[in-house]
């Protein structure tokens, strides 16, 4: 038997940890001394301890560990280790991008003494659009799951035969943003309006390119809005996105291009 605060060292966990895992019932003591109240563990508790603070290296919370550890399945735990390692991949890519966003505002600093001038870059206009032929699926999605709805669809027209000229769009439907849970339509554009699901509307839109990741369109949003307040406009639809380069042609972060919509009409004197 292991002392608690033996059990501490050799596992590398601090006492205060241990009791609060025995309180929520994770790795309780192997035995208690009624008289002094002190806990101890046996050598065989050692391997729970150690699975428990990998899966907590691995990102896992700590109800999860708990039902991890009650799994008796071996082939659903490999499975949700290879869906952690998935999300754990996904956030690694986003940390190398906001490295790469944070260096590239750095230089703006540095260039102009003003750190919002990376605000100051997009180029808003007018553009009358036609209608586009697209074939879409719409759902309340995540931003994560993004790519595995452009697999789908491109899935659909190798299996379909159709005819698209790979450009991907995606509209935001809500009111509102939700990262995790928003009402999103994603789209491929088609070369024939008989194999589209359905035509995106044409008409005046305001609009401009953001260049790099995806976590910086929210600033070529704001320069649209603050475009059309100031112009004598309304918004009068769901914003949309054209993702004009991107990781797939090979070209790095700050290449990518995403063309930005927003549907307009003049405003009335009265709402201005």
């Not at 050692?46 to 919370?61: A, N």
């Not at 595995?148 to 000229?165: P, S, T």
């Not at 943003?177 to 839109?205: P, Y």
Request: aromatic letters at 12%; charged letters at 30%; proline letters at 2%.
């Amino acid at each position: 038997m292991l002392s608690i605060g033996e059990f501490s060292k050799v596992c590398q966990v601090s006492v205060k940890t241990l009791h609060h895992y025995d309180r929520i019932g994770l790795l309780q003591p192997s035995y208690t001394d009624s008289f002094t109240g002190y806990r101890y563990y046996s050598e065989d508790q050692l391997s729970r301890m150690l699975f428990i603070q990998r899966m907590k290296r691995y990102g896992f919370p700590l109800a999860e560990i708990r039902l991890l550890l009650e799994e008796k399945d071996e082939c659903a735990l490999f499975l949700k280790l290879k869906e952690q390692k998935l999300k754990l991949t996904r956030q690694l890519e986003e940390f190398s991008l906001s490295v790469d966003e944070l260096s590239r505002h750095l230089q703006d600093f540095e260039r102009t003494g003003d750190i919002m001038s990376y605000q100051n870059k997009y180029v808003v206009t007018l553009e009358e659009r036609e209608a586009v032929p697209i074939l879409s699926v719409r759902e309340e999605i995540s931003v994560a799951d993004f790519g595995g709805q452009y697999e789908k669809l491109f899935r659909r027209v190798v299996n379909e035969k159709l005819e698209a000229d790979n450009m991907t769009l995606a509209i935001y439907h809500d009111a509102e943003f939700n990262h995790e849970h928003s009402d999103v339509e994603i789209g491929l554009v088609m070369k024939k309006e008989a194999q589209a699901t359905r035509l995106l509307a044409g008409g005046l839109c305001a609009t401009t390119v953001h260049y790099g990741g995806y976590s910086g369109l929210s600033d070529g949003y704001a320069a649209i809005v603050k475009w059309i307040q100031g112009n004598g406009y309304k918004i009068a639809g769901a914003p949309y996105e054209f993702y004009l380069k991107t990781a797939f042609n090979k070209l790095p972060v700050e290449e990518w291009e995403t063309r930005i919509y927003f549907p307009v009409e003049k405003a009335e004197a009265s709402e201005r």
